[in-house]
């Protein structure tokens, strides 16, 4: 270890940083609160992508009041650093190195790109620009959908209308030895999810479509590092689909599976240079999903399993080698994330990380991985620290120079005064296990009142160990918040998925009031809680009163599902982003049916319930929202007047589901940290 360590470099500067993060301050009594506006900042670093060569670094800068910068940083002159590309109408994302000079990304208006507004001067979309900032072009007009080339006005630059369609990246391929890649790989995407492939040159703007031999519309591609499918998903009218294979550019497609199409896609995970192909594969009497090769045997194949953690469905990536396409390693994240390195070389410098900077996830992407002249970027971060970036170039010839620090993700966030995060496995009331994350504050002793805090979904999962902004903020304001990863919650097996079909208001509903009672048995919490949550969780919180009641003395529902009979129907009156395929094969099978299971439905709705509802509610909408449409606010806060207990209310005119600007995240955040003052004073 230690000659390696030498040749790595001296990690003093690190640690010396690294220890300064984690020394002990002064106790939160003796210092006043943490601003607010500290834990809903936006990032100041995001999306670091270094070049193909190591040489340079890509980054997006963000300061309050401003548009996101594109800058690369020179990572043989120290860090250097230029602003390559800004826009005053819009924020960069999405950044990707097409060779080590050229760069391509995208411009969107992130806080209202999906509100009604006039078109954004600009035309946002999908643009190329060299590393020093020169020949900065504009390749996809997003707000139009239309492709680089020339329209009918013979304006160059800009392809006739494509209606009703838009358009995904699909591959920046690896240059091949000798040559400098120039293209990428996008689709146009129609109104039904057919992918119609075509390379873009992106100092030229010429573009070609290519179906690759395909006689078929496909919905997905599976694409190697060289910009190649390998695999693609095609189905017919009665969406079951198969999953067609070609080894090779050379060769003919040939059907792999047979299946509905959007299993089939869920399974296949990933295709590295040589071919080789990774699924999910699920196992146990959980069945959870672990990640498998398919080895080929002829015209068959057999499933070997590379990562499994019991108890866990993996998450996670396979780490390709940026050049060949080769599998380096592969990220997995259970309780915490971690990285199964193939080469001894990186899992020695792993562990030479790790060991200087302990208590942290250490994430490390890396050019000429393990190489003498390796260049390698670590994202370090915990439950208590946003994110630190850090790059090491090992041939740096003084070895002051291998470690460069880039800063803090979140500069005004102070982990010693943050909290920390442990996972649990509990036991629910018939037995199921239950997966609990606990946020709790460092300087607190005894039990604490609660924020039982449920995620939105409600199928994906909700907890990880790393450091989020609302848990952060209510535990620096004296709560235990806790999260439950209810029966319906992906991440933990297809059995805990599956036991949460048709159990809205009901088993999921005793999961969330399971894990605040472990908690108070365990002496964690005391007996003031509330219950909160948006979308999904905005229903739950909703529903604890209903289903436990005595249990919580208040609730606060952001953009919440309040009448269920809407959420799973429809109306033509009021417009939702929910198809009706999505309806009829998705809500249907998991929510309930509209027409056989109308009693459970009405049961647990709400709107329908609100003369149960003995607490105080805040209820806070987006007037754009259209996954849970303002009418379902509307009518729980006439059904919660008309019970005699009327809720707080806000709503934010062109706010939609997810993405609220800043504004309206502090706003709500000030409402919810008075509202639970009021009613649960820590003591």
Same mark, same amino acid.
């Given at each position: 270890?230690?000659?390696?360590?030498?040749?790595?470099?001296?990690?003093?500067?690190?640690?010396?940083?690294?220890?300064?993060?984690?020394?002990? /301050?002064?106790?939160?009594?003796?210092?006043?609160?943490?601003?607010?506006?500290?834990?809903?900042?936006?990032?100041?670093?995001?999306?670091?992508?270094?070049?193909?060569?190591?040489?340079?670094?890509?980054?997006?800068?963000?300061?309050?009041?401003?548009?996101?910068?594109?800058?690369?940083?020179? $990572?043989?002159?120290?860090?250097?650093?230029?602003?390559?590309?800004?826009?005053?109408?819009?924020?960069?994302?999405?950044?990707?190195?097409?060779?080590?000079?050229?760069?391509?990304?995208?411009?969107?208006?992130?806080?209202? &790109?999906?509100?009604?507004?006039?078109?954004?001067?600009?035309?946002?979309?999908?643009?190329?620009?060299?590393? #020093?900032?020169?020949?900065?072009?504009?390749? /996809?007009?997003?707000?139009?959908?239309?492709?680089?080339?020339?329209?009918?006005?013979?304006?160059?630059?800009?392809?006739?209308?494509? +209606?009703?369609?838009?358009?995904?990246?699909?591959?920046?391929?690896?240059?091949?030895?000798?040559?400098?890649?120039?293209?990428?790989?996008?689709?146009?995407?129609?109104?039904?999810?057919?992918?119609?492939?075509? @390379?873009?040159?992106?100092?030229?703007?010429?573009?070609?479509?290519?179906?690759?031999?395909?006689?078929?519309?496909?919905?997905?591609?599976?694409?190697?590092?060289?910009?190649?499918?390998?695999?693609?998903?095609?189905?017919?009218?009665?969406?079951?689909?198969?999953?067609?294979?070609?080894?090779?550019?050379?060769?003919?497609?040939?059907?792999?599976?047979?299946?509905?199409?959007?299993?089939?896609?869920?399974?296949?995970?990933?295709?590295?240079?040589?071919?080789?192909? =990774?699924?999910?594969? =699920?196992?146990?009497?959980?069945?959870?999903?672990?990640?498998?090769?398919?080895?080929?045997?002829?015209?068959?194949?057999? $499933?070997?399993?590379?990562?499994?953690?019991?108890?866990?469905?993996?998450?996670?990536?396979?780490?390709?080698?940026?050049?060949?396409?080769?599998?380096?390693?592969? *990220?997995?994240?259970?309780?915490?994330?971690?990285?199964?390195?193939?080469?001894?070389?990186?899992?020695?410098?792993?562990?030479?990380?790790?060991?200087?900077?302990?208590?942290? %996830?250490?994430?490390?992407?890396?050019?000429?991985?393990?190489?003498?002249?390796?260049?390698?970027?670590?994202?370090?971060?915990? #439950?208590?620290?946003?994110?630190?970036?850090?790059?090491?170039?090992?041939?740096?010839?003084?070895?002051?120079?291998?470690?460069?620090?880039?800063?803090?993700?979140?500069?005004?966030?102070?982990?010693?005064?943050?909290?920390?995060?442990?996972?649990?496995?509990?036991?629910?009331? &018939?037995?199921?296990?239950?997966?609990?994350?606990?946020?709790?504050?460092?300087?607190?002793?005894?039990?604490?009142?609660?924020?039982?805090?449920?995620?939105?979904?409600?199928?994906?999962?909700?907890?990880?160990?790393?450091?989020?902004?609302?848990?952060?903020?209510?535990? +620096?304001?004296? =709560?235990? /918040?806790?999260?439950?990863?209810?029966?319906?919650?992906?991440?933990?097996?297809?059995?805990?998925?599956?036991?949460?079909?048709?159990? =809205?208001?009901?088993?999921?509903?005793?999961?969330?009031?399971?894990?605040?009672?472990?908690?108070?048995?365990?002496?964690?919490?005391?007996? *003031?809680?509330?219950?909160?949550?948006?979308?999904?969780?905005?229903?739950?919180?909703?529903?604890?009163?209903?289903?436990?009641?005595?249990?919580?003395?208040?609730?606060?529902?952001?953009?919440? %599902?309040?009448?269920?009979?809407?959420?799973?129907?429809?109306?033509?009156?009021?417009?939702?982003?929910? +198809?009706?395929?999505?309806?009829?094969?998705?809500?249907?099978?998991?929510?309930?049916?509209?027409?056989?299971?109308?009693?459970?439905?009405?049961?647990?709705?709400?709107?329908?319930?609100?003369?149960?509802?003995?607490?105080?509610?805040?209820?806070?909408?987006?007037?754009? &929202?259209? *996954?849970?449409?303002?009418?379902?606010?509307?009518?729980?806060?006439?059904?919660?007047? &008309?019970?005699?207990?009327?809720?707080? @209310?806000?709503?934010?005119?062109?706010?939609?589901?997810?993405? @609220?600007?800043?504004?309206?995240?502090?706003?709500?955040?000030?409402?919810?940290?008075?509202?639970?003052?009021?009613?649960?004073?820590?003591?």
């Amino acid at each position: 270890m230690s000659a390696f360590f030498n040749r790595c470099g001296a990690l003093a500067a690190v640690v010396s940083v690294a220890s300064s993060l984690l020394a002990p /301050v002064a106790r939160a009594e003796e210092r006043p609160q943490v601003p607010l506006e500290t834990f809903f900042a936006p990032a100041t670093l995001t999306e670091p992508s270094l070049s193909p060569s190591g040489d340079k670094l890509a980054v997006l800068f963000h300061k309050a009041g401003a548009k996101s910068a594109l800058l690369v940083l020179d $990572l043989t002159k120290g860090g250097k650093a230029s602003r390559i590309a800004q826009f005053a109408d819009g924020d960069i994302v999405s950044l990707h190195w097409v060779n080590d000079r050229r760069l391509i990304f995208g411009v969107s208006n992130v806080e209202s &790109d999906w509100v009604p507004q006039p078109r954004l001067q600009g035309m946002p979309g999908l643009y190329a620009v060299n590393a #020093d900032g020169s020949e900065l072009l504009q390749l /996809v007009r997003r707000n139009r959908y239309q492709l680089a080339g020339e329209n009918e006005a013979g304006e160059k630059g800009i392809a006739p209308m494509i +209606s009703g369609v838009s358009v995904r990246l699909l591959k920046v391929p690896a240059a091949r030895d000798g040559e400098v890649n120039e293209d990428v790989l996008l689709a146009v995407v129609s109104n039904n999810g057919q992918l119609s492939p075509f @390379w873009l040159n992106t100092r030229t703007r010429t573009h070609s479509f290519d179906n690759f031999g395909l006689t078929t519309p496909a919905s997905r591609f599976f694409v190697d590092s060289q910009g190649q499918p390998r695999l693609a998903v095609v189905e017919d009218a009665g969406g079951v689909g198969r999953l067609m294979h070609r080894p090779s550019s050379d060769t003919t497609w040939g059907p792999l599976l047979s299946v509905r199409a959007e299993e089939s896609h869920a399974e296949i995970t990933a295709i590295d240079g040589k071919g080789v192909i =990774y699924a999910r594969r =699920y196992v146990g009497a959980d069945r959870h999903a672990t990640l498998a090769k398919l080895q080929f045997q002829g015209s068959r194949y057999q $499933l070997a399993t590379v990562v499994d953690v019991p108890g866990f469905d993996f998450v996670g990536s396979v780490i390709a080698n940026t050049g060949s396409g080769d599998t380096e390693g592969v *990220r997995v994240i259970h309780a915490r994330e971690a990285t199964i390195w193939k080469s001894q070389q990186m899992r020695a410098f792993q562990a030479a990380v790790d060991q200087q900077l302990p208590g942290l %996830v250490n994430r490390i992407d890396c050019r000429r991985c393990g190489a003498p002249d390796m260049v390698a970027l670590v994202t370090s971060f915990s #439950d208590h620290d946003p994110g630190r970036l850090r790059v090491h170039r090992a041939g740096a010839e003084r070895p002051e120079d291998r470690w460069l620090d880039l800063g803090r993700l979140l500069p005004a966030v102070e982990p010693g005064r943050m909290a920390s995060v442990s996972f649990h496995r509990i036991q629910a009331r &018939d037995g199921r296990d239950l997966p609990v994350w606990i946020t709790r504050p460092d300087q607190a002793t005894g039990p604490l009142p609660a924020v039982v805090l449920v995620h939105g979904g409600p199928w994906v999962r909700g907890g990880h160990w790393l450091w989020k902004p609302l848990q952060q903020f209510l535990a +620096s304001r004296g =709560y235990l /918040v806790i999260e439950p990863e209810m029966r319906g919650s992906l991440g933990y097996g297809l059995a805990h998925h599956e036991a949460g079909f048709k159990q =809205y208001g009901q088993a999921m509903q005793d999961d969330v009031a399971d894990a605040l009672l472990w908690a108070q048995q365990a002496g964690l919490a005391d007996d *003031r809680a509330c219950i909160a949550g948006s979308s999904y969780g905005g229903y739950s919180a909703l529903m604890g009163t209903v289903r436990h009641p005595g249990l919580y003395r208040c609730v606060v529902a952001r953009a919440a %599902v309040a009448d269920l009979s809407l959420y799973v129907e429809g109306s033509f009156w009021i417009r939702d982003d929910i +198809s009706e395929v999505a309806r009829e094969q998705d809500l249907a099978k998991m929510v309930g049916d509209p027409r056989t299971d109308a009693a459970m439905i009405a049961a647990n709705s709400p709107v329908k319930l609100a003369d149960r509802i003995k607490v105080p509610v805040l209820l806070a909408y987006g007037e754009a &929202d259209k *996954r849970v449409p303002l009418a379902h606010g509307k009518r729980m806060r006439s059904a919660l007047k &008309d019970a005699g207990n009327p809720p707080e @209310w806000v709503s934010y005119p062109d706010e939609v589901h997810d993405s @609220w600007t800043l504004a309206s995240q502090l706003d709500f955040a000030r409402r919810m940290e008075a509202f639970l003052a009021r009613h649960l004073a820590p003591r």
